[in-house]
């Protein structure tokens, strides 16, 4: 069993990131070890117990420009577990950019805060931000990445799955979620399939990073127009709404495009009888997903929602441990 200690020594052995803006950010190593402990954490807090705490008093930012559950639930209640405290903040209170410039919020915060969890329209306010700011800055969802949530779907396939090399399937539109999923499913080592409609494939950048990354370990990405040939075989199918926040204005184009795309008992049927779905959530019912899929018994989406709280939890401690 994991201890803290032991996984802190092993992540600042590993040439940790200071920041988490991305995947890319991480290592095979730190990956790893945040993931392993993500576990221990799980079963600690499961019987009661923690592993990590705070040994002094710790606040930390946490800037929402778009709406949150799932994100906002899990940091607040990780940092009431460990012993700290998150200062939410939404646009309407400190409206990055115009109230005040984002350097100036970074250097603020840093001087009553030990961290800044932002979760922004644009990467690049995330990336002004850490230049600016003295304390680390966590990544909570920008319109390129959601690498929060990345470690706990790969958590969850974990769990579900252990750590053998699999064929995972992404069904629908290449975003933030689907950009990290790819970059960290491919880090350790599994084979990535996306399926989008033609003029939604995922950034080629991302996929050159993701790329990058399987090389460590053997990870590779393909991508297509075609959702039965991603999902054909697959240990788990992996989907998210058409629209994301902030595409709003797309949405009747974006419904007529992905009919195709949605994940059914149909599409299901071709993946591999034990298959796990899973959906970073919030989900359109009926849109992206059938009822049937996400209530059905291959759905894992309520453990990989659990999850966002032990990965996040493992992830602070591991860069703001004492
Ligand atoms: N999956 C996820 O990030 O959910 P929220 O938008 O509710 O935080
Ligand atoms: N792709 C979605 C994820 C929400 C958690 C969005 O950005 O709205």
Redesign the pocket.
């Known amino acids: 069993m994991t201890t803290y200690e032991q996984a802190l020594e092993q992540w600042r052995g590993s040439n940790p990131p200071r920041h988490y803006l991305s995947i890319a950010d991480l290592n095979l190593e730190t990956a790893r070890v945040a993931l392993s402990l993500a576990h221990a954490m799980k079963r600690a807090t499961h019987s009661g117990q923690e592993l990590f705490r705070f040994a002094s008093p710790t606040a930390l930012a946490l800037i929402f420009e778009?709406?949150?559950?799932?994100?906002?639930?899990?940091l607040e209640v990780g940092l009431y577990q460990m012993g700290a405290h998150g200062v939410y903040l939404t646009q309407n209170d400190i409206q990055m950019g115009k109230r005040e410039a984002v350097m100036d919020i970074a250097r603020n915060l840093s001087r009553w805060v030990r961290g800044v969890i932002a979760?922004v329209f644009l990467h690049s306010t995330l990336e002004e931000l850490t230049r600016f700011s003295e304390v680390p800055v966590i990544n909570?969802?920008s319109e390129r990445e959601?690498p929060?949530?990345a470690l706990a779907d790969l958590m969850t396939i974990q769990e579900r799955k252990g750590d053998a090399p699999l064929k995972l399937a992404w069904v629908g539109d290449g975003n933030n979620?689907c950009h990290s999923f790819t970059m960290l499913a491919a880090l350790l080592g599994h084979e990535v399939h996306i399926a989008t409609p033609d003029g939604y494939a995922p950034n080629a950048s991302v996929i050159e990073q993701a790329r990058q990354l399987g090389s460590q370990s053997g990870g590779q990405v393909q991508l297509t127009h075609n959702p039965r040939e991603a999902v054909a075989d697959a240990d788990a199918v992996y989907t998210d709404v058409w629209v994301s926040?902030g595409y709003e204005t797309e949405r009747e184009a974006r419904m007529r495009q992905f009919q195709a795309f949605q994940v059914n008992e149909d599409l299901l049927r071709l993946a591999k009888p034990d298959a796990i779905v899973l959906h970073?959530?919030?989900a359109r019912r009926g849109e992206e997903i059938t009822d049937a899929v996400l209530d059905g018994a291959q759905s894992a989406v309520w453990d990989q929602?659990e999850n966002?709280l032990h990965t996040q939890k493992a992830l602070l401690a591991l860069l703001l441990g004492d």
């Open positions: 778009k709406p949150s559950l799932r994100t906002r639930v899990t979760r909570a969802l959601h929060c949530q979620v926040m970073c959530l919030p929602a966002r």
